[in-house]
Structure formats: C-alpha cells, structure tokens
C-alpha cells in the first residue's frame, strides 16, 4: 500500500470534528442509562451510515484502522452504543474475500440495510465469554458480552482460528437476551441450539490480527469516554467552590487532574502509533497495539476512578453523564482477556531467546543515518576504561570526562541542535533523539551545557556569544547551574544572593547549594539585583561567573547515587559588568526560557536512560542457569518486564511527540512537564522493578564482588531520584501542567 494515498492527518481531524458535532446534534445519551433500545440504536445508526462511516476498515484508501479508532473515540465520549465496532470489523475480516455471504453482507452494511453483531467464540481470551461448536453447519453454544445483538441483526462468530460462522439473531434456535453489566444495558447473551450458519473461511492469521484489532478499538472508544468525563472534570473544579474558593485551586485536585491528563495522553499517543504502523503495514503494529492494551487497561481505568473523586457526590448519582463513562472504560478494557492477554504477547515477544528486544523506532533518513555514525564514531573512540579526574569511581565515567569531551567536540555534535549561526548544525530533533539515544547506548559520559548554551543563544550580547558559545561547542568548557539555596528551591524567586553594580563590576554575595556540575569553568548563576521587586522573581538576573574568581568557597559533597555535589559560597565575587545575561533584573525570563527548552528534552533523555536499562536487566532475565532454568520462566516476571515495556513505549511516544512539537516550532512547557513527569518516575518504577526481579544480588553496589553488571541497577535506582526532584520537582511539573495545560486556577 502505498502510504501516501492514505488518509492524511487533516483528514482525520475534520472526521473527528464533523463527527463530534453530528453526534451534539443526533444523539442523546440520557436513553442508555435504562439501557438504549434496539429502535434508537438502529436510528443513529443509519444516521451514521448516511456519513459514511459504516464501510471504513473496507478500503483503506477511504479509511483504515486509525479512522476506524477516531470514530471508536468519538462514540465513547458521546455515550453512544452505535454498532461501529462490529462493522469495523467485519469491514476489516471480510473486504478481502469472495464468499457470496461475506460480498452480500458487507454490501448490506456499507447500504444501511444489514448490521452485524460479532463474538469472537472459541478465540476469545476470556474463557467465561462462552463457547460455540459447529456441526454440519449448525451451532451450539453460549456466547455472552455481544455487542449491538439486539433488532435482528446477524452475527459474526469464530469458531476456530480460520472460520467465521455468520449467524441469523431473528433465525430457528437462536435466543437473544439482553445481560447487565457494570450496572449497563447494552450487551447480550446469545444462546444457540443447532441453529443454521453460514462458514465463512479465511486466510490464515486473520482472525488473530482482528483480534487485536478489536483489543484496540475498545481501547480507542474507552479513552473517548474517559476523556469526556475527565474534560467534565476538570469544568468541573473550575466552577465549584469549597471553602471560599475553586476546588481547583487546592493543589491535591490539581495534581490529581495532572495525573490524568499524562495517563490520557499517553494513551492517546500509543493508540496512535499501533494504528499508524498497522495502516503503514509495519510488522511492529502487533507489538504496540499489545503496549497500548497493556497501559491503557490500567490508566483509563484509574483515570474514572480520580473523575468521579473529583466530582464527589454529584458524580456518583446516575442521572449525571460520568457513570456513563465509568461503566464504558471498565467494560471495554476488561472484554477480550483485558490486559492479561497482551501482556501474554509482550513477554513472549520480549523474552523469547531469539528476541532482538524493545523495537528500534525509524528516525527518518538522516536520524537513522546520524543514529548509526554515532555509534561507529564511540566504537573506535570510546571504550569507557578512562578515568575522570575528579574521582576514580566507575560511575563518575559518565558524569564528565575531560578528554572525551574534547573529543566529540572535534565532531561539533555538541552543538547538533544548534542553529548554524552559532556554529551548531541545525540537526532536526529526531536527530538530535539519535545522537542522544546512541549515547546512551554506549554509555557516554555527559557533554555540553545545553540549557546555559541555550540562554545564550536567546538573550546573550554578540559579545558573549562570541566567547563563550565556541568553548561549550570545542567541549572545552562546562558552565553550572547556580539557582538552588538553602531557602529557595522550586521557590527560585525568594533567591537572597545579591549581585550589586559598583563601577565596572558586578559584586555577588551568597549561597548555592546542589550544584552539580561544581567543577566547570563558569558558574551560570542567579542573583537578586532589586531587593524590593514586586513581585520578587522581577528582581533577578542572570551573570556568568568564572570559576576561578577569588571569594568562591566550594565544599563538594557525595550524593547518595555516588554522584557529588556542592555548597558554594560567593563573598564579594566581583565580575566585570559585561557578564550580565540578558537586561537587569531579566533575569526570570532568562531562566524559565532556559529551562523551558531543556524540559522539552529532559524527559526523552530519561526514557532512552531506561530503554538502555531495560535491554540490560532482559539479558539477565533471558539467561539461563545450569539446570536450564531462566528468570523468564517465572510468570510473575514475565508479567513485570511486560508491563515495564508498555510503560517504556509510552515515555517513548511522549518524547516522540515532544520533537515533534519542536519540528514545529517550540515545545509548549507544560508538554514537556508531562514528559518529564512520566519519564522520571517510570525511571523510579524500572529501578524498583530491577531490584525485585534480580533479587538480593542486584543490590551489590559496584566494585562488590558477586555485584550484577557492577552495581548497575541499584545504581540507577538511587540516581533515579535525582531526576524526580531536578529541572523543576515532579510536584511543580503537575502544578504547571495544571494550570497551563488544563486552565486552573493558581
């Protein structure tokens, strides 16, 4: 299929809006709560019809598998119980074949004169779904949890791994009869007794691949409901007032919300991908789809749970829409073995002994290309035995490493990202992906000064860019961080270290504290230069300090990931008046625009930290002992490392779309929070998941005889942490994305 007579991206933003207003105008969900009847469902329905939708999945140059789930999203936030599912499927499982049946049925369905139930029967995971069997073509059996059974439809139904049956509901021994469930009508139990079918049969795989599809489609329709209620939500505590104001002022409903609209976007952008891939016919379709299975099944459902929380009371009556959603996101992500079944197909995909692992994503052209000269570059230049000269400790390899610096900075990959006005190579953010995931891969220590390269580029004089930008680009120079003090952390507007001018020199008294890279050449430092600002962060500006200036005290100290960091003291540090970055007292634009730019990367950084970890931790699970025996085979395991690579796949999906929104122009910050948010503490859950699988030995530290991989993934747990609480704690991320993202109050 040639990908570009597919549908394009507008495209499916104008069915999306079309259809969401169709939908305003012709449905009314109020009729589902005493369970919507066969005449109301049959109207929408050919209403539907009459848009076109019905035939999508039949032709996939009209339509594929992601408009089939544009429209799935849309019927879950409507509360809409309109056949589509089915349809879709059988679009899906029968454009292909001759059978004068399957012709005659689908030219009825695209024609508003058929519909179709469908039931997966004999391959449905969930062994209390039923059972068919079919004899001389009539069949026996119980098929429960059937979807749009009711006003004489016909059914679809596997009764093995190749065979449709197609089943009259109105016909000779058949009983239809509508099942509650989650408090909802809407399913059916069919009950068959010899009644006469039709075999449908079909090429091989077919109905494993529908399976799937199907798995992913409810996905879609759950993530729709959960999504309307949430945006109910979150009205919601815009408007209600408790204790003299908003509830979504208190910071408990705002980090709550936060904590939903990352599970919703994640969800949205792993749905995406499965079903790109799957329209592009890319064979890793499978693997993603069962990713967005795996994620979606828990996160939607925790994301009802925190919806009606946040409503309280009002939520929990049925006459309000949120239950609607409620009962629609927990039916549709437990039917069909839920996420049990995908989790299955993860592990066995992952752990297999001839599994390449966590798949490689395409990076376009130059970023593929990029991604493998890299990788040839660090073979022939970094073999990872040198020593640091500020401490002989293995792990301090990758914290900095002079020589290799000025090395790569011979390759001017410093500055990939870099507009060619200063030098850099205006490499695209996927690029920029592939250099960062192949260092990660070869375990590279660290390089560059992005975000104080990044001030500079936006506020710095000529002057200073003149002078500083070649040093960082040759890695010849290192700049700190100088923003934290003992009474202003994520608070950086109460900072107290004052910068007074006199004469030609700026004068800077005061105290940092967590300064990591304690040890560059230049200190990019935040000072007060108007102590009575209103409001405070007006008085800041930024300076460039050089390390080397008489009246700086630096006491390092250790941190508990083996890192080092330090205090250091400023007592009438004096600088000429040409180090200022940016106006007097502009120094808080300086800063934020800084950081808003490294947020945007920092959580793509993270999640290629934990792809690495997680190829290394496989390897020891994979591995077999004496007896033959294999951590793998332990179920729980399995389980684990499934669910750790749907968590992966989304962080990834997160970053992916972060460049993405950078191609075009800049990564909003609170876009960024979310992906640093969700990469961090994912970062948290590998190291704590690491440490349960590996057992007492994963937590030999390195240099400990017996240690696994050199005390690797205790390690990564005890680092982890730092990335939690730097560039902006996970607290203040879900603040921002709260009220940048979502609109409430501060």
Request: include cysteine.
């Amino acid at each position: 299929m040639d990908v570009a007579q597919l549908p394009t991206d507008d495209v499916r933003e104008m069915l999306r809006e079309c259809l969401r207003g169709f939908l305003g105008e012709h449905w009314n969900a109020d009729c589902v709560r005493q369970g919507p009847s066969p005449q109301d469902v049959s109207a929408i329905w050919t209403r539907l019809v009459g848009q076109g939708i019905a035939s999508l999945g039949s032709v996939p140059a009209e339509g594929g598998l992601r408009e089939v789930l544009v429209v799935l999203a849309e019927l879950g936030r409507a509360a809409c119980p309109a056949p589509m599912w089915s349809a879709a499927l059988a679009n899906f499982a029968l454009s292909t074949s001759q059978v004068p049946t399957a012709v005659e049925l689908l030219r009825g369905l695209h024609g508003g004169s058929a519909r179709v139930a469908l039931s997966f029967g004999a391959l449905d995971p969930d062994r209390g779904a039923g059972w068919v069997r079919v004899v001389d073509h009539r069949a026996t059996g119980l098929l429960r949890f059937v979807e749009a059974a009711g006003g004489g439809a016909h059914m679809l139904v596997a009764v093995d791994r190749s065979t449709l049956a197609l089943v009259p509901l109105d016909g000779a021994g058949t009983e239809v009869v509508p099942t509650r469930a989650m408090g909802a009508w809407g399913l059916y139990e069919i009950r068959l007794n010899s009644a006469p079918v039709t075999l449908i049969a079909l090429a091989e795989d077919v109905l494993d691949d529908l399976l799937l599809k199907a798995k992913l489609a409810l996905a879609a329709r759950a993530h729709g409901a959960a999504r309307r209620a949430f945006e109910l939500a979150t009205d919601y505590a815009r408007e209600r007032y408790q204790f003299g104001q908003p509830i979504g002022k208190f910071q408990a409903v705002q980090h709550k919300l936060a904590n939903c609209l990352i599970a919703l976007e994640g969800v949205r952008l792993i749905i995406e991908h499965a079903a790109k891939l799957h329209d592009h016919e890319d064979r890793n379709w499978r693997y993603f789809a069962n990713c967005s299975v795996v994620f979606a099944s828990d996160a939607l459902r925790r994301v009802s749970l925190e919806t009606q929380h946040t409503f309280g009371a009002i939520g929990y009556a049925d006459e309000h829409e949120a239950p609607l959603h409620f009962k629609r996101v927990h039916l549709d992500t437990i039917a069909l073995g839920g996420s049990a079944h995908a989790k299955r197909f993860l592990a066995s995909s992952l752990l297999a002994g001839e599994s390449q692992g966590l798949p490689e994503y395409d990076l376009g052209p130059a970023g593929n290309a990029l991604r493998e000269q890299v990788r040839i570059w660090l073979e022939q230049n970094w073999s990872g035995d040198r020593k640091t000269e500020f401490d002989s400790r293995p792990f301090a390899k990758r914290e900095f490493d002079a020589d290799f610096a000025r090395d790569i900075g011979s390759t001017g990959w410093i500055g990939l990202g870099w507009p060619k006005e200063f030098g850099g190579q205006a490499r695209s953010p996927l690029e920029q992906i592939a250099f960062m995931e192949t260092m990660e891969r070869g375990e590279a220590p660290r390089i560059g000064a992005a975000i104080q390269a990044n001030a500079l580029m936006m506020f710095g004089t000529p002057e200073q860019q003149r002078r500083y930008l070649p040093e960082i680009l040759r890695g010849e120079a290192m700049h700190g961080m100088g923003y934290s003090e003992p009474q202003a952390g994520s608070d950086l507007a109460a900072l107290r270290t004052t910068a007074a001018r006199e004469g030609d020199h700026w004068v800077i008294n005061g105290q940092k504290i967590w300064t990591t890279t304690w040890w560059g050449k230049y200190m990019f430092l935040a000072a007060r230069t108007d102590r009575d600002a209103k409001p405070p962060h007006a008085g800041i500006s930024m300076f460039i300090v050089p390390m080397d200036a008489p009246g700086i005290t630096i006491r390092p100290a250790s941190t508990m990931y083996d890192g080092s960091f330090a205090n250091i003291f400023y007592d009438n540090v004096r600088i000429p008046l040409e180090n200022i970055v940016g106006e007097v007292n502009g120094g808080w634009r300086v800063l934020t625009g800084a950081l808003a730019f490294e947020r945007g990367l920092v959580g793509g950084g993270i999640v290629l930290k934990v792809v690495h970890a997680f190829e290394q931790l496989r390897r020891y699970v994979i591995a077999k002992d004496d007896t033959g025996w294999a951590l793998s085979d332990d179920p729980v395991v399995r389980d684990r490392m499934a669910t750790l690579a749907a968590d992966i796949e989304v962080g990834r999906q997160l970053m992916m779309h972060c460049a993405e929104l950078a191609a075009n122009g800049v990564t909003p910050p609170e876009y960024g929070a979310i992906s640093k948010v969700f990469s961090g503490e994912l970062m948290e859950r590998f190291g704590e998941a690491a440490l349960e699988i590996l057992g007492m030995r994963a937590a030999l530290s390195e240099q400990m005889p017996g240690a696994i991989d050199n005390g690797r993934f205790e390690q990564n747990l005890r680092h982890s942490l730092m990335w939690v609480i730097s560039i902006g704690t996970n607290e203040i991320q879900r603040s921002l994305i709260a009220q940048r993202a979502l609109g409430l109050p501060r």
